[in-house]
């Protein structure tokens, strides 16, 4: 099979496409032929420095194609070793791509367990995009800060694939939803998929516009940014929740302890989702008929220029490749149902 594998950690140009043994399945496992899969930024992260994991390596968490076995059209879910407290993963808990193959690849074996049949509704590439942001997202949202109809959630960094994911889902349960970045564009560009406005922080007095829009503070915020924490703590009303899933703005933040206090504010941390999660998820897309927000789809031969457009944060929504072996005349793969 044709894989994307890394020898060494390093820029994009580190992702060389290959020809490698094909996956042999074990026990409890089935082999997928991938149609699509789809980039994140852990992958960047990984390629860059290896955090431990082994080389060669073929990275990769999202993915959807057709068991060879039966012919069914599934989604991957990419965590493996939850366990069995859906609250927390457990000591054995790891994800597609790091001490596993990934999903930037022609096959993948993966335990039967993790595969669930794909939303119909969907392309092949929108349903790649789905299984670690819109996981991600979801759990965020309602396993952890348990977001409810007429609510008011703030969603920091609109474009990324977490924060998209975040809007359509808040949306389409019926909550306000907000966004805060850098740029305008993408503020605009997320009203079309149901946030109602949004904020610059790059604007001094951006949290005092917040307060002013929502008579006080919102109810929820998914925050993927990590140290902007005292800036979202100032923007909840009382008894407010901020569920956080990543740092991308930075690792520390410091707070005023009394603020959580005296406005009995909850921070949940979070990231990915359990099996249970999953399926709620899909359940979700299903129901109100969700298509995920699609960058661009790139080959698998250009997997490094894929790699490129995500580290540029210039993308709204998610990055895919195909595996599909037609592209368009600017090398871009066609969306196929």
């Given amino acids: 099979m044709e894989a994307a594998v890394v020898h060494d950690w390093g820029g994009p140009e580190q992702l060389v496409v290959e020809t490698v043994p094909d996956p042999v399945p074990g026990l409890g496992e089935v082999v997928v032929q991938l149609r699509a899969s789809a980039l994140n930024w852990h992958d960047v992260i990984i390629r860059q420095s290896g955090r431990g994991v082994g080389l060669p390596n073929i990275l990769g968490l999202d993915g959807a194609g057709v068991r060879q076995d039966t012919g069914e059209e599934v989604v991957i879910y990419p965590c493996l070793n939850w366990g069995d407290d859906s609250a927390a993963p457990g000591p054995g808990f790891s994800i597609l791509g790091d001490e596993t193959d990934g999903t930037y690849a022609e096959l993948i074996a993966v335990p039967e367990a993790n595969l669930y049949a794909k939303p119909q509704h969907l392309s092949w590439g929108e349903a790649a995009a789905l299984p670690c942001a819109a996981l991600t997202a979801y759990r965020a949202m309602f396993t952890r800060a348990n977001l409810r109809y007429g609510e008011t959630v703030l969603v920091f960094g609109a474009g990324s694939g977490v924060s998209t994911y975040a809007v359509l889902f808040g949306a389409a349960v019926g909550a306000r939803v907000l966004v805060t970045s850098s740029s305008t564009d993408k503020i605009e560009a997320v009203r079309a998929i149901g946030a109602e406005g949004g904020f610059r922080y ?65 921070i949940l941390g979070t990231t990915l989702g359990s099996p249970e999660d999953f399926r709620d998820m899909l359940n979700l897309v299903d129901t109100y008929r969700i298509r995920p927000l699609i960058d661009s789809e790139y080959p698998l031969s250009e997997i490094a220029k894929a790699h490129t457009r995500l580290e540029s944060r210039n993308h709204l929504g998610k990055l895919v490749i195909s595996h599909f072996d037609h592209c368009d005349s600017n090398g871009r793969v066609a969306n196929d149902g």
């Fill in 202 to 266: 790059t604007e001094s007095d951006w949290v005092e516009q917040v307060r002013a829009a929502t008579d006080g503070g919102v109810d929820v915020i998914i925050n993927g940014a990590g140290s902007t924490l005292p800036d979202a703590i100032a923007c909840l009303k009382r008894g407010g929740r901020i569920a956080v899933f990543g740092s991308s703005a930075g690792r520390t933040a410091t707070i005023e302890v009394p603020e959580l206090y005296f406005g009995q504010v909850s």
